[in-house]
């Protein structure tokens, strides 16, 4: 099987937060998409091991925002790659709230969307959520980031909780890599107080191929 292919698929990113019992947490997910009209229908794969999962399993709500392509690095940083278990992803970063006190980021977001959780699905690793849209709105016209461009333009990586996550191939090329999200950084030296541009991690982190 060509692993590869599966990069054929086109998907947009998203960050999906909730919260319950004044505990938010929110993640990027590329596995956000529309699945009926009437009523309209949203579904998402998380995995078991995000603790936004467990968040939004307890409240039955989630709150999904689409991302714009100028997304901030950081953005993705904290939601992509860190936990809402150890950090308030949603303190120093402007947040609204929907009319199920779900915090949401307001900036790079083209649009966004409040659900309430009408199925779920086990898909072994994840949970497969079906939500029914009880708001959206457009907050802006600017182009919006996807996968591809993440991938490809932002050389990005994706954790392994990322149903889109694929093991790195062996490499020939000099240089490093990081072992967080697969950034590949070319060169013959890696300084010690290097810091990973796409996940953050420091230079321990990386290894370095052979
Ligand atoms: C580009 C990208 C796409 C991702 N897509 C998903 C996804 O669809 N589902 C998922 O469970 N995790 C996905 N992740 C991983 C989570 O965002 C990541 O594990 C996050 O740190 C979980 O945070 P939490 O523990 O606070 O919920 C993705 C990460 C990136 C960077």
């Known amino acids: 099987m060509d692993l590869s292919a599966f990069y054929k698929v086109t998907y947009g990113l998203y960050i999906v ?55 901030k690095q950081e953005l993705l940083k904290v939601f992509g790659f860190q936990s809402s278990a150890k950090i308030d992803k949603f303190s120093g970063i402007s947040v609204g709230i929907d009319k199920n006190g779900i915090p949401y980021p307001m900036e790079n977001i083209a649009a966004r969307f409040s659900c309430r959780v009408v199925d779920r699905l086990d898909l072994g690793t994840h949970f497969l959520f ?68 796409v996940c953050g991690v420091g230079a321990d982190k990386f290894e370095q191929l052979k």
């Open 130 to 197: 079906v939500g029914e849209a009880e708001e959206a709105e457009i907050i802006c016209e600017d182009p919006l980031l996807t996968y591809e461009h993440y991938r490809l333009i932002r050389k990005g990586g994706t954790p392994k909780n990322a149903p889109s996550y694929q093991k790195p191939l062996p490499k020939r090329k000099m240089g490093y890599r990081c072992t967080a999200c697969g950034y590949l950084l070319e060169t013959d030296t890696l300084p010690s107080d290097f810091v990973c541009p």
């Open 17 to 71: 937060s909730s919260i319950h019992q004044e505990k938010a947490a929110g993640c990027v997910v590329n596995t956000l998409v529309q699945v009926t009209a009437e009523p309209a229908k949203m579904a998402v794969a998380i995995s078991k091991k995000n603790t936004t999962c467990a968040v939004l399993e307890q409240s039955g709500v989630f709150a999904a925002v689409a991302l714009t392509q100028d997304t």
